[in-house]
């Protein structure tokens, strides 16, 4: 069975300290990434999507990067952090046109 | 464009019925629901692909009009465990594996 892990689950940052999230999914080959970022009580934003290694496509202009080094891995990283950026950052898999899973998220908070 | 989504937030008692709508202004090319328990990542309910679909899942379901450009989810004899947020996410383009959600309801079921 296919699953997803991200690290890590919570994460306190100065700002204009350095990010890297880390999302990894094992049990399959080749899934299309997603990172999604959630502000407090809001809705789910689309921040960068990989359909294989080293493909990245981004959905919002920002200080954050993503890259895939590896075809079960998937990164998301910032140079300086703004108090913007706190959030609950999601990845998420999906094969094909179907359903996406999620990963745990990782709670950011930017002071 | 993200999808609108009505009502933003509703309370039931348990036993009784909810309907959560999702509308588009462009095109629904299909329509996929999740359940976001506080703190957790979503969780994939259904997921419709044709106009006039319907589908169920336990006493869940769901229904997709392609040519109003809406889908409603329908919870029937709500129960404790049926609390959460839920979004609904449609492609950006026929085809395409990228989602964007409306900004949830939260649906509150109280004993």
């Known amino acids: 069975s296919q699953t997803i892990h991200q690290w890590p689950a919570t994460l306190v940052q100065p700002v204009g300290s350095p990010l890297s999230l880390e999302c990894t999914v094992e049990?399959?080959?080749?899934?299309?990434l997603y990172w999604y970022r959630q502000a407090a009580g809001r809705g789910l934003q689309l921040l960068f999507y990989?359909?294989?290694?080293?493909?990245i496509s981004s959905e919002v202009p920002q200080n954050l990067s993503a890259s895939r080094p590896q075809d079960r891995q998937f990164i998301l990283s910032s140079k300086k952090l703004l108090l913007s950026d706190s959030g609950f950052y999601l990845c998420?898999?999906?094969?094909?046109?179907?359903?996406?899973?999620f990963g745990p998220g990782t709670r950011l908070t930017v002071l | 464009q993200q999808p609108v989504q009505s009502p933003q937030a509703v309370i039931l008692r348990e036993g009784e019925d909810a309907v959560i709508n999702c509308s588009s202004s462009?095109?629904?090319?299909?329509v996929h629901w999740y359940r976001q328990k506080h703190g957790e990542a979503p969780v994939f309910l259904m997921i419709l692909l044709k106009g006039g679909e319907q589908k169920g899942h336990e006493k869940i379901s769901a229904s997709f009009n392609e040519k109003k450009q809406q889908s409603s989810l329908y919870l029937t004899a709500s129960q404790l465990s049926y609390s959460g947020t839920y979004f609904c996410?449609?492609?950006?383009?026929?085809?395409?594996?990228?989602?964007?959600f409306g900004k949830g309801t939260k649906l509150s079921v109280i004993p």
């Open positions: 996410g449609t492609p950006l383009e026929a085809g395409s594996y990228q989602l964007t």
């Open positions: 049990g399959t080959s080749n899934p299309n």
């Open positions: 462009k095109a629904l090319y299909s």
């Open positions: 990989s359909v294989g290694i080293g493909q």
């Open positions: 998420a898999w999906t094969k094909a046109f179907n359903e996406q899973f």
